[in-house]
């Protein structure tokens, strides 16, 4: 990465959320240090995309607070952002990467380059000139993979990136995942996938009804969850 | 005059490009199409930033912009007259009775359909764009450029609608243009008149004009939805 100091770790200290008055999710504390796969897994409804969107800063936590690394401001925001169902732009592929990219403050020739990299790194270079809404589902969410990758940032959060897939999609996106992993950037991600958790967590964050109940590495928390509701979770008993 | 010889003689003012009678059309096309153009102006960026911005009494403003899209043209007609008078607030202008008045009016008519329209485009794609254009940075106004830019179809369509609205009516640029030949003088205006005189080949003329305007306004409007639906998916 192109940073000398890094943002990184996140400090998330008790922050907690609440909407219509009702606590969504709790004043939980943890840190994001730098590399490796973080995954949030939980039942629908355990504030996943809450802690995602706290963390990424899309929401204020009510109370509590979402730090970067000191001297983090002020040198462009290095987190991005991937979402459950891709949000595309009606535009063409390629343009979809250059306008975030515009928004990040990149010059044009800049945009094009890295546009143009981002596009072969992902595999959608044949379809940068095609209407990005066109695109198949797995397709789209790979490029809302490339166009994240494309603002070169050190934590990529995704929420539930494969949710709406098929296996085959699913598959190749968890291969892409790995490999951004493998090239040092940080990843976050939700999911409620036992199976997509054990493939590729280093670390797991159990959330149940907003409260963090176990933070453990993944191999640990597969063998020997402590928590009765991890247990529970394991053992495929529905709770939410 | 049979119904048949009203007909040709109403031809032959379109195919034979008759100065007066081309002199009405183009006058009504840049009444209109000024008008047009300064709603999309103004109507753009502010229904854009009505969509986005949430202070009180947004809905009341909304719910009055529905209400005058609805607004009947002669009391459009009848405001810009009352201002432009020559005791009016701006009758020193010395407007009344001018194209520039009439493109007052028109664009009177035109606004509210633009904001309103764009208001409800722009909040259906800030909806669904909201997630992703904040996480990229781009919140609240400066969100507006990609949002009108991408509801471009159907903000087109809007402006059409605009534009079939200005170029149908007939109440307010009578009152604030006052029908004069060859100077203020539309192609409704002009029907009116020419109807209630008598003068039914250049009525009809003026008539069958219009109405190809309005089907190249839905076919436009048509095209353009389908082009967007092709960028839509």
């Not at chain 1, 009606?90 to 990040?104: D, F, G, K, M, Q």
């Not at chain 2, 490009?17 to 103004?42: C, E, H, K, Q």
């Not at chain 2, 904040?134 to 990609?146: F, M, Q």
Request: glycine share 10%.
């Amino acid at each position: 990465m192109l940073s000398i100091t890094s943002i990184l770790p996140l400090t998330v200290e008790a922050a907690a959320f609440s909407g219509d008055g009702k606590l969504l999710v709790e004043p939980n504390s943890f840190t994001i240090p730098a590399g490796g796969l973080t995954v949030l897994l939980g039942p629908n409804g355990a504030g996943k995309s809450l802690t995602l969107r706290l963390c990424h800063g899309l929401l204020t936590p009510s109370r509590g607070a979402v730090r970067w690394a000191a001297g983090a401001e002020g040198r462009g925001k290095r987190h991005a952002m991937v979402f459950q169902k891709p949000i595309m732009l009606r535009r063409s592929v390629e343009a979809n990467i250059t306008h975030a990219l515009a928004a990040a403050g990149a010059n044009s020739a800049e945009r094009k380059a890295r546009a143009a990299q981002a596009l072969q790194r992902f595999g959608l270079a044949e379809r940068a000139s095609q209407p990005a809404r066109l695109l198949s589902g797995g397709e789209q969410q790979r490029l809302a993979i490339g166009r994240a990758w494309a603002l070169r940032p050190e934590l990529l959060f995704l929420d539930e990136p494969t949710s709406q897939l098929d296996p085959a999609a699913t598959r190749q996106i968890e291969e892409l995942l790995s490999g951004l992993v493998a090239e040092g950037i940080t990843v976050m991600m939700s999911t409620h996938d036992l199976g997509q958790a054990r493939r590729l967590a280093d670390r797991v964050l159990f959330l149940h009804r907003g409260r963090l109940v176990e933070d453990a590495p993944a191999k640990d928390f597969f063998a020997g969850p402590h928590s009765a509701e991890a247990r529970a979770f394991l053992a495929g008993e529905l709770l939410w | 005059m049979d119904v048949g010889a009203i007909f040709q003689a109403a031809f032959a003012l379109v195919v034979g490009l008759d100065p007066g009678f081309l002199g009405i059309v183009f006058l009504s096309l840049r009444v209109t199409l000024t008008a047009v153009l300064i709603a999309a102006l103004i109507g753009l960026p502010l229904g854009a930033a009505l969509a986005l911005a949430r202070f009180p009494g947004r809905s009341a403003i909304i719910v009055c912009l529905n209400a005058l899209m609805g607004l009947p043209p002669v009391v459009a007609g009848l405001a810009v007259f009352l201002l432009l008078s020559r005791s009016g607030p701006l009758g020193p202008l010395g407007l009344l009775f001018t194209p520039t008045a009439m493109i007052i009016a028109q664009v009177l008519l035109v606004l509210p359909i633009v904001i309103a329209l764009t208001r409800q485009v722009i909040e259906d794609l800030w909806s669904e764009y909201r997630d992703h254009l904040r996480s990229v940075g781009l919140d609240g106004l400066r969100a507006i450029p990609t949002l009108l830019f991408d509801g471009r179809f159907a903000l087109a369509t809007a402006l059409l609608a605009g534009f079939g609205r200005a170029s149908a009516e007939v109440g307010a640029v009578l009152i604030v243009g006052g029908n004069i030949a060859g100077y203020t003088r539309t192609m409704t205006t002009a029907i009116t008149l020419e109807t209630s005189k008598g003068d039914l080949p250049l009525a009809l003329g003026l008539g069958l004009v219009l109405l190809s305007l309005t089907l190249a306004i839905n076919a436009i409007a048509f095209g353009a939805s389908r082009i967007g639906a092709r960028y839509a998916g």
